[in-house]
């Protein structure tokens, strides 16, 4: 907090912390039964009912329009709308490319991949969603599409069983939206230290302050 470290709504103290107890718990346990074959190829065990799924995602994301729009903890109409447009950007751009780029990667759309899209891009635009603009919250979405899809399948092709994707969508999104606030932050207040982002002129400042906060976080929860 003193060095100017800034996640307004949790992308690493909610959605990081989690995925980085979430990846210790998966390595004590250790993957499923049957889970991988001998020859090292994956055995999907997909889950019993999509429709129940699809409907938890869509809760879900109906529960971030009070997750981070209430973290202004104030009856700020202003900041209010803004962190719900930027919200709502992310969590779009993160269905669409997610469904996209999981079509171009493994042949065909994948709905678990498109709800953990959604997931992703809200997760990655929790910690920046105050002050980034809305062109900003559609590119931090769809990199976040992007990257739920090559994690889901790079923790497979390193046998860390994670079912529900929880690595992918909270712990590396969780990280990437924390980082990307020193991206594209587009305003500066020298009495909390945020500076602007890369992006914007503020040069790497901030971005150096959220990289440490991250890995703080992350060696802290880890360890404990």
């Known amino acids: 907090a003193s060095r100017g470290f800034h996640d307004f709504a949790g992308s690493t103290q909610v959605h990081s912390v989690g995925g980085w107890a979430a990846l210790v718990g998966v390595l004590l346990l250790g993957p499923r039964v049957g889970k991988y ?6 055995n999907p065990i997909p889950g019993h009912n999509m429709t129940s799924a699809a409907l938890g995602g869509l809760i879900l994301w109906l529960g971030w329009f009070g997750f981070n729009p209430g973290s202004t903890m104030a009856a700020d109409f202003q900041a209010i709308a803004h962190i719900s447009v930027t919200t709502a950007l992310a969590a779009s751009a ?6 996209l780029y999981a079509w171009l990667r493994i042949g065909k759309p994948d709905l678990s991949m498109i709800i953990n899209g959604c997931l992703a891009g809200l997760v990655a635009i929790t910690a920046p969603c105050d002050g980034v603009s809305g062109n900003g919250s559609i590119i931090i979405g769809a990199v976040a599409g992007v990257l739920v899809v090559e994690s889901v399948l790079f923790f497979d092709k390193i046998r860390v069983d994670d079912p529900v994707g929880a690595l992918s969508v909270h712990l590396v999104n969780g990280i990437w939206g924390t980082l990307a606030y020193g991206l594209f932050n587009t305003q500066e207040n020298l009495e909390a230290g945020w500076s602007k982002g890369l992006f914007y002129g503020g040069g790497i400042t901030q971005l150096v302050n959220q990289i440490i906060g991250v890995v703080a976080a992350g060696v802290f929860v880890v360890v404990t």
Do not use: H, N
């Open 94 to 99: 993160g269905t669409v490319v997610s469904c």
């Open 37 to 42: 074959r001998k020859d090292g190829t994956v």
